[in-house]
């Protein structure tokens, strides 16, 4: 489902984090959304996430430029007993939270994505992604750092379930933010 986008006006703060688009899922019936035309007037986007799932699910998106072997990133999480690590590399698509968590409470995971330098055409896009839930007495919570081996601007974003029949869970949102620079 495509998001229109919030009026890009914001206060004369330097460096302000300032709200550009937010979606809602009212429905359990589809697997994600994404996010059309974004300015390219910001130095860094921020994308807050508070979501569940249908069941045993990751987070991926699509960033513009993909192609079936431009990701690539490193992890590191927790579940409390246990830290796990690794590295993809050559990857169709991106994972933002790279560990399948299975939401079989209706508990909600925050997640938090930074694309740094999102408009430049000039270099690859970097992001770094944070996420924590907590499934009543279990869960975990990492970090990671992402490439997408391609100079194209992020114009637009989306976001998914990996998993075939995994749905997000009504209630869940997401939130677009452009971080401006000093003197924006």
């Keep these: 489902m495509p998001v229109s986008l919030a009026s890009t006006s914001a206060s004369s703060m330097h460096g302000a984090v300032v709200p550009i688009a937010s979606y809602t899922w009212t429905t359990s019936t589809t697997n994600g959304t994404s996010f059309t035309n974004i300015p390219q007037t910001y130095q860094d ?6 979501i569940s799932y249908t069941g045993t699910a990751f987070l991926a998106g ?3 430029g993909e192609t079936s072997t431009s990701e ?9 007993s246990t830290t796990f690590s690794g590295r993809y590399t050559n990857y169709p ?9 299975s939401t079989s409470t209706t508990n909600f995971e925050s997640i938090e994505i930074n694309f ?18 907590d499934q009543n007495g279990s869960g975990d919570t990492g970090i ?8 194209t601007a992020i114009t637009s974003l989306s976001f998914s379930t990996a998993n075939g029949g995994v749905y997000v869970r009504a209630g869940s949102t ?3 933010y452009g971080i401006r620079t000093v003197g924006q």
């Design 72 to 80: 690539s990133f490193t992890f590191l999480y927790g579940n409390g």
């Design 93 to 101: 698509y991106a994972l933002f939270m790279p560990t399948s968590i």
């Design 62 to 64: 699509d960033l513009p």
């Design 45 to 50: 986007l921020l994308v807050v996430l508070n």
């Design 174 to 176: 997401v939130n677009l």
């Design 116 to 133: 740094l330098n999102y408009s430049n055409t000039t270099t690859y896009k970097t992001y770094l992604s944070r996420w924590a839930n």
């Design 144 to 151: 990671h750092v992402g490439k997408n081996a391609s100079t």
